[in-house]
């Protein structure tokens, strides 16, 4: 990647500037298209969005990290590819009424793309954010997370939750974002006392992950209609799901004690027993929600039989993607987790640390 200015690309000065992070999330995966209850936290790394005007009719949009540039006229059908965050996000403001003229974009981000800490829903927040700043636009940080998450539908054509978008717009790195997906009622919490946290890329990409998704949200909708709820989260017992068939018995199990998990959590919990359902939520999104596979269970096996670690597990939808590890901040673990990840590379993989958040 060769690192170029704003003013380089577009022989102009941008005329705001705005960041949003990307986030991980530490417990409640998979719940929220049913409605649930999730964990996540800001990430350190950021996404930048810079704005000035267009010289012509057609907006311009350039990505530093794909080093590639996509001009469109207001009225033409959006491409597929990156350009299709920055322009729905245009696309939904207009839609809500807000008139936006022809527009420079620059975007620059520390985020990993495509790992799974969210560098789409940071590219939007981050995108609604100069365009609240450079037009004054009267819409607060939980309209920006819906705006982003509606440009994620219905302009990338990816069919996400909401988690992304409100950590992004609302989470810092200092806190847990407590979320109820479906009231959106929302609360920051410390960590445990004397933690931070880790995550570490598998480097296995993920491939199946787009069909597995869709294929576990139809599953979800499946097992409420036959429980008679309008999502699973309305289930809280997990004797209620004893007569439902395979797989949705095991589909149902995953996202309830998920919720229970986070609910837990929610309450203040030690650093050990943060850990633990850290570990059980992992057990359940591999033996319940089948969303985990060999190299992911064997990198969050290494991290979780090491001292300093009270618990780790896959974060993401799955399939690939990075683990998360709850850590105790006094520990010194560096020689560690070189260790794990030699280990890792000699089971196959090639791990590699991507947030060691202090
Ligand atoms: P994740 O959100 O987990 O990183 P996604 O597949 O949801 O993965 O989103 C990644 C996509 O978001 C990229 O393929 C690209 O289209 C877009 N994107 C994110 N960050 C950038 C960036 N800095 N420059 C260009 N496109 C980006
Ligand atoms: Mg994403």
Known sequence: ???????????????????????????????????????????????????????????????????????????????????????????????????????????????????GLSSSAALEVAMLRALRSRFNLNIDDVQIAQFGQYAEQNFAQVQCGIMDQMASSLADSEHLLFLDTRTLDRELLPFPTGTKFLVIDSGIPRTLAGSGYNQRRAECEEAAKLLSVSALRDVEDVSAIASLPRPLKERARHVITENNRVLEARQGVSAERFGQLMNASHASLRDDYAVSIEGLDT?????QETPGIFGARLTGAGFGGACVALVDSNAQIKTAIADVLTRYQKAGYQGKILVDRA
Request: hydrophobic fraction near 35%.
């Open 1 to 115: 990647m060769s690192t170029v200015t704003f003013e380089q690309i577009f022989n102009a000065s941008p005329d705001v500037q705005a960041s949003a992070p990307g986030r991980v999330n530490l417990l409640g995966e998979h719940t929220d298209y049913n409605d649930g209850f999730v964990l996540p936290t800001a990430i350190p790394q950021q996404t930048t969005v810079y704005l000035g005007s267009s010289p012509n009719p057609q907006h311009h949009i350039y990505s530093q990290e794909l080093s590639e540039q996509v001009s469109l006229s207001a009225n033409d059908p959006i491409p597929q590819g990156f350009s299709s965050y920055v322009i729905g996000c245009i696309r939904t403001l207009e839609k809500q009424g807000f008139s936006i003229p022809p527009l420079n974009v620059f975007v620059t981000s520390s985020v990993p793309i495509g790992s």
């Open 299 to 303: 990198l969050v096996a290494l991290l």
